[in-house]
């Protein structure tokens, strides 16, 4: 039997680390995308100096666990005298931060390997009859592919940010109240991790369920001109 005053009593306590995840997870998703996308089309280059580099840096983030990433900058960072003596010091010292900086690295390679696949994909006729109307390769990109890319992506891209919201709980390692820190701290307390866990998972249910549905609406008016026409 679940006792509902245990889940009641510390109801502030789950919200407060819902925002935090949620925060961090969006935040992450944010400066993963504006990274991944020149990403991507530095994946799509002939040239090894510039495609090779991107592939090492994708291999790398998607063949390693996040929580081994997260803990190489939360705890190597300070490893390293250089850093410890430089500007970047007073961030890398704050766990937010970290977190918020191995969540990005991660998503930003995930998202450009799906960008890129997605640019692989698109139709050589809209290129060629972009060509023919004199586009420029950086016009042909802005125009044609990235947009065509974005539309095919979306449904990968869904995963991912379902995937990341999951993985944020990580952040909970590092002295970071999310939402699984918040059952954590619950379940400390009254020695209950049924109701402590629980209910993290109801929290995180809804949230998978809301970015679903919003995932799916983007694919219906994104992909509109796709369905058929019925007289």
């Known amino acids: 039997m679940i006792d509902v005053e245990i889940v009641w009593d510390n109801l502030p306590l789950y919200l407060r680390g819902t925002w935090t995840t949620l925060w961090l997870t969006f935040t992450a998703l944010a400066f993963g995308l504006v990274l991944a996308v020149p990403l991507a089309v530095a994946r799509t280059s002939r040239n090894p100096l ?95 592919l990235l947009p065509s890319a974005f539309r095919r992506a979306l449904p990968a891209y869904g995963n991912e940010i379902i995937f990341m919201l999951h993985g944020s709980a990580v952040a909970s390692t590092v002295t970071i109240v999310d939402l699984t820190a918040a059952a954590r701290i619950v379940n400390a307390r009254y020695y209950s991790p049924y109701e402590a866990f629980l209910t993290a998972a109801a929290f995180y249910m809804a949230l998978t369920f809301a970015i679903t549905g919003l995932i799916r609406l983007l694919e219906r008016r994104w992909h509109a001109h796709l369905r058929p026409h019925l007289s």
């Open 50 to 144: 510039i495609n090779g580099p991107v592939f090492l840096y994708t291999y790398f983030f998607r063949g390693t666990p996040l929580l081994v990433q997260l803990f190489m900058i939360y705890y190597g960072a300070g490893q390293f005298a250089w850093i410890r003596n430089s500007a970047l010091w007073p961030l890398l010292s704050q766990a937010w931060f970290c977190a918020l900086l191995a969540f990005t690295l991660n998503t930003a390679a995930y998202t450009a390997e799906i960008l890129r696949g997605a640019i692989a994909a698109t139709p050589k006729g809209e290129i060629e009859a972009a060509r023919a109307l004199g586009m420029s390769r950086a016009l042909i990109f802005r125009r044609i």
